[in-house]
């Protein structure tokens, strides 16, 4: 079985990310590497990673440019076939769409709201809905323009469920296990067994399991062991 979880890597350490995703191969597949990774480490540094761990990538780039611009960066990471790479359904259809284009074998991910963006904001930006109206259209209109997975706020995910294709990958950040005391900086969070329960794919979970670092590689893998089967119930 595929783990639903996907460990957010956030460190610009190289060997910090090897470490951390040797710790916890027995329960994760997949691992997000963002722009803090990417601008440090290059394309070369996304391949060393792949390739040494053997690990899928989710390519968090999160593409926003004209079309043209967009689909040649979407052209220039293909080779490193990521399992997912996020562009901001903001950008539009037609970004999302060259995206679509210009990659293999990996699912387009479209962004929709920034979790960070309140309803205040988004109305200060000229948008006539809240997240949650917002965010469904954005998948709506991402989906139909070709991507295949979304990413959202768990308070979005039955919402966007209800009107993307079944075959939609949905994954969700802001999520903290019922027994992890800190939330950090997540404000609305809700358990991964809940999360998935609404139709979630995937998790997007990365200090409730990198915080243990600290404790060592063990504590680490079996925190995210403990996860995966709060999950399964
Ligand atoms: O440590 P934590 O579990 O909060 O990490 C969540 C990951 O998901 C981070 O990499 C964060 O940048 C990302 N993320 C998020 N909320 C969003 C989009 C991405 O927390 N709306």
């Not at 990310?17 to 990417?38: P, Q, V």
């Not at 991910?109 to 965010?135: I, M, R």
Request: proline fraction near 4%; aromatic fraction near 6%.
């Amino acid at each position: 079985m595929t783990s639903p979880i996907i460990l957010a890597v956030d460190t610009s350490d190289f060997d910090t990310a090897r470490a951390w995703i040797d710790a916890t191969r027995e329960s994760i597949d997949i691992y997000k590497l963002g722009l803090e990774f990417y601008l440090t480490f290059g394309s070369q540094g996304i391949e060393a990673i792949a390739k040494e761990s053997g690990a899928s990538i989710f390519l968090d780039l999160k593409l926003h440019d004209i079309p043209n611009t967009v689909k040649k960066a979407a052209g220039v990471v293909d080779h490193l076939h990521p399992r997912f790479l996020t562009v901001h359904a903001t950008g539009g259809a037609a970004i999302v769409a060259a995206a679509v284009e210009a990659v293999t074998q990996t699912s387009i991910t479209a962004v929709t709201v920034l979790t960070s963006l309140s309803d205040d904001d988004l109305n200060q930006l000229g948008y006539s809905s809240g997240s949650l109206e917002t965010a469904t259209n954005l998948a709506r209109v991402a989906t139909d323009a070709g991507a295949t997975s979304i990413v959202c706020s768990p308070y979005e995910i039955e919402a966007i469920r209800a009107v993307v294709p079944s075959t939609v990958e949905i994954i969700t950040p802001g999520v903290r296990p019922s027994d992890e005391s800190v939330t950090d900086d997540q404000v609305r969070t809700m358990t991964p067994a809940q999360a998935i329960a609404l139709g979630a794919n995937y998790l997007v979970i990365g200090r409730p399991i990198t915080s243990r670092w600290s404790q060592g590689a063990a504590a680490m893998a079996s925190r995210a062991a403990q996860i995966v089967d709060s999950i399964k119930g």
